[in-house]
């Protein structure tokens, strides 16, 4: 099962919305996947489930092992400030070190209102985790003026969709 990290906890995020799509492009491999989706961590997680309260927080803990159970993830990232939501780097923090990504595999797709599609948030994510061990898929889609190319929960741009499912594909054989 592939888990898909919906990289925000924003109410109502757009990011939602592309793992919703991926999650069916995946649906049509015949492959099952998860959608986790960072909006539902505990409030407090950064002061109760991290560091001396690591294990403490129960909610937290169950997040945590449907993560840690996971062999591949697709992380759907926008683009916060030039780079990935904080939400994100605190949910990486919280995850035992090294185990939780170690030797395992992921796919990112970056997300952003401007033009770059959220290349350098990507670059940054690839680099934490290739320090944890976990082997990132070469393609990575930058969907860059995401509010342009989507209408009703569907991809308009033939381009992105065609992006999409060649990862997916890639992602399932990786």
């Known amino acids: 099962m592939i888990k898909i990290i919906v990289a925000t906890h924003r109410k ?4 939602q919305r592309i793992a ?3 999650q069916g492009i995946l649906a049509t491999s015949a492959v099952q996947s998860e959608i986790l989706n960072l909006r539902e961590l ?3 997680f950064v002061f109760s489930a991290l560091f001396e309260q690591n294990g403490k ?3 937290f803990n169950a997040f945590h092992e449907k993560v840690k159970s996971g062999s591949k993830f697709v992380f759907i990232v926008p683009e916060y400030n030039g780079s990935f939501p904080g939400v994100l780097k605190a949910f990486i923090d919280g995850m035992s070190y090294p185990n939780t990504f170690k030797n395992k595999k992921c796919a990112l797709v970056g997300i952003s209102s ?3 599609g959220g290349g350098i948030a990507l670059s940054h994510l690839t ?8 082997h990132v898929l070469a393609l990575k889609p930058k969907l860059a003026k995401i509010e342009d190319n989507l209408s ?3 991809l308009t741009n033939r381009l992105y ?3 999409l499912q060649t990862q997916a594909e890639m992602l399932i054989d990786f």
């Open 161 to 163: 969709m065609e992006l």
């Open 114 to 116: 401007g033009v770059g």
């Open 152 to 154: 009703d929960n569907l």
């Open 12 to 15: 109502n995020s757009l990011s």
């Open 57 to 59: 927080n129960p909610a």
């Open 20 to 22: 919703q799509i991926y």
């Open 42 to 44: 505990p409030h407090d």
């Open 127 to 134: 680099d934490i985790f290739h320090y944890l061990g976990m």
